[in-house]
C-alpha cells in the first residue's frame, strides 16, 4: 500500500503520482496494489490506464476525500475527454471517495467519471455533476451504497452495469430543461449491455425539492437505438413524471428500446400512466433476475475478491 497526502508527509502527493507507480499488469491472483487517499481536495484529473490492473483506491470518505475537475463541452472538451477521472484497467476498486465534476449546468456535458473498465467496482462513493455525471462507457461495472447527483443524462454509456443501494438525485437543471436520470447507449440487439437499478433510491437533490419549480423528470432516454435501462425493487419518489420515461427526439428507439420496471415502491412507483412505447414492459420476477448481479454481470465470479458487499439475485 502507498500513502497519497499533499502536505509531503505521505509516499506521493499527487493520486497520478501513486498511479503512475504502481506495478503493470497486476493479476487477481496477486491481490490489489493499494493506494490510499487520505482527505483533501484533489485538483487533478486522473486516469487509470489499462496496464494498472487491479488496483484499489480508497479514500477517508464521501466528502472527505474529494477528486475535482471542471472540463465542459462549452470550454472546448469534447464529452468524452471532459471527465475528472477516468479508468479503463480491469478490476478497478474505489472506496470512500468523492469525485467530482464543478463546470456547472451551464456548461452543459460535463463527466465527473468516465469508466471503461471492466470488472469494475465503486463503494461507498460520490458521483457529482449535471450533465453527464457518470459514464458508464462500456464492459462489467457494479456500483455500491453511492450517491449520484446530475440533472441530463446523469448516468449513462453502455455498459453492463448494475447499481445496487445507491442514492441518485436529480438536482435542478437550467430553466427550461427537463431531468433524465439514464441514456443508455446501446447500438445492437445482440450487445449484453444495459443499465440496472436495484434497490435505489431515486429522489430529488435539496435543490430541486426546494425549487418549487416545474421541472419535470424521467427516469431515461433513449441515447441509442437499442436503449436497455430496468428499475427494480428501487424507491421512486414524486419527481419521476407518471409517463416515467421521456423520448430522444420524435419515436427514434420508440420500439427497438428495452426499458422496464419491477416491483418498485414510493409516490412516483405507480406504472399506470407510464409511456405506451413498444418497448417499454413491466416485467416479472423471471424477466427481472436477468437484470441481477450473478446474471447480467456475472459478479460472483469477480466480485468476492473485491471485499465489497452485494446480492446477487433479487431481493
Known sequence: MVLVNPNGTGDF??????????????????????????AGVYNEYVSIPKNKKYLMMIG??????????????????????????VVVAQGFVAVNITFQNTAG????QAVAVRNGADMSTFYNCSFEGYQDTLYTHSLRQFYR????????????????????????????????????????????????????IQN???????DLATS???????????????????????????????????????DFALATLYYAEYDNNGPGSNTS?????????????????????TNFTQGDFWLNTTGVPYFSGLL
Not at 477517508?60 to 477521472?85: C, K, P
Not at 400512466?273 to 448481479?293: K, L, M
Request: charged share 15%; proline share 5%.
Open 13 to 38: 502527493p499527487t493520486i497520478s503520482d501513486a498511479v503512475n507507480a504502481a506495478p503493470n499488469d497486476t493479476t487477481s491472483e496477486n491481490g490489489y496494489f493499494v493506494i490510499y487517499v487520505v
Open 60 to 85: 477517508d470518505g464521501i466528502n472527505q476525500t474529494i477528486i475535482t475537475g471542471n472540463r465542459s463541452v462549452v470550454d472546448g472538451w469534447t464529452t468524452f475527454n471532459s471527465a475528472t477521472f
Open 105 to 108: 449546468a451551464v456548461k452543459h
Open 145 to 196: 451504497d453511492c450517491d449520484i447527483y446530475g440533472t441530463i443524462d446523469y448516468i449513462f454509456g453502455n455498459a453492463a452495469v448494475v447499481l445496487q443501494n445507491c442514492n441518485i438525485y436529480s438536482r435542478l437543471p437550467l430553466p427550461g430543461q427537463y431531468n433524465t436520470i439514464t441514456a443508455q447507449g446501446r447500438t445492437d440487439i445482440n450487445q449484453n449491455t444495459g443499465t440496472s
Open 200 to 206: 435505489c433510491s431515486i429522489v430529488a437533490a435539496a
Open 212 to 250: 418549487n419549480g416545474t421541472t419535470k423528470s424521467y427516469l431515461g432516454r433513449p441515447w441509442k437505438e437499442y436503449s436497455r435501462t430496468i428499475v427494480m425493487q428501487s424507491f421512486i419518489d414524486s419527481l419521476i413524471d407518471p409517463t416515467g420515461w421521456a423520448p430522444w427526439s420524435g
Open 273 to 293: 400512466s407510464r409511456v405506451t412505447w413498444p418497448g417499454y414492459h413491466v416485467i416479472n420476477a423471471t424477466d427481472a433476475a436477468n437484470f441481477t448481479v
